[in-house]
């Protein structure tokens, strides 16, 4: 619903419901009693950064009577001033989530369930930067002016987080963190400004959809045989399943 919306108020309703869904799914079939820690996390940072964009929607509207995406694309100046776009920009970083935004994923990862790490890692990640490239054309994010600086923070935190995966013992926080270092590649690309670059971030996203999807699976089936997540416990894994490596 939230892919095929063509008012950006139902896009903010359906965008929000998936976070619904993964709180209910986290809260209720998580692994241990430190999914009360997860769930409080993904409620601050949720709602942090979707109260200012629920303020900065409702002002769009007020001044252009309007909130359809095909009406608002057809504007001939820019739809906001600096600090409302930084606004709207966040609600999707952390959704992705940016470095720096990025403290809920892997407390969620970790605490919920095998299906509930799938569609977090292959819905709601992907949402955040559909986000972006959906507002992309409303003048909203100015790329000339700003680019380099989300550019900079993209690329400075997937290369930061890349050495936070290196210290993980749990092998779901490591997949999370993988994700982040990803996702932090997808903002470089797409607030470049180039087609190739925007072009190389959806490739990443899709194959991040179903690459990070099928590790949260491998890791269940683990689980399901070993009873731990612990890299010290697992590894050695392909010596007993080689067909492992394949996938």
């Given amino acids: 619903m939230s892919f095929f919306s063509l008012d ?16 209910l799914m986290v809260s209720g079939w998580g692994y241990s009693p430190e999914r009360f820690q997860a769930r409080i996390y993904m409620i601050f940072y949720t709602l942090v ?32 001033n600096n600090l409302s776009w930084i606004f709207l920009f966040m609600v999707f970083m952390v959704k992705l989530p940016i470095f720096l935004g990025h403290l809920w994923l892997p407390k969620a990862h970790v605490e919920a369930p095998l299906a509930g790490s799938m569609v977090l890692a292959g819905v709601l990640l992907k949402l955040g930067g559909y986000g972006i490239i959906r507002l992309f054309y409303l003048g909203v994010f100015n790329v000339s002016r700003y680019g380099r600086y989300f550019f900079f923070w993209g690329m400075f935190g997937a290369v930061l987080v890349s050495f936070v995966c290196m210290r993980q013992s749990d092998m779901k926080a490591l997949v999370a963190y993988s994700s982040v270092s990803h996702m932090g590649l997808v903002v470089g690309g797409l607030v470049s400004g180039k087609f190739t670059s925007y072009l190389g971030s959806l490739l990443i996203m899709l194959a991040h959809g179903l690459c990070s999807s099928a590790l949260f699976a491998l890791l269940g089936v683990m689980y399901k045989r070993v009873y731990s997540r612990r890299v010290l416990v697992l590894k050695g894994g392909l010596s007993i399943i080689p067909l492992m490596g394949l996938w």
Avoid at 50 to 79: A, D, E, Q, T, W
């Fill in 49 to 80: 950064v979707s109260l200012p964009f629920l303020v900065v929607m409702f002002s769009i509207n007020s001044r252009y009577l309007s909130l359809k995406f095909f009406y608002l694309y057809h504007l001939s100046n820019g739809v906001l």
């Fill in 8 to 23: 950006m108020l139902m896009f903010y309703v359906w965008f929000e419901w998936v976070f619904i869904i993964m709180y």
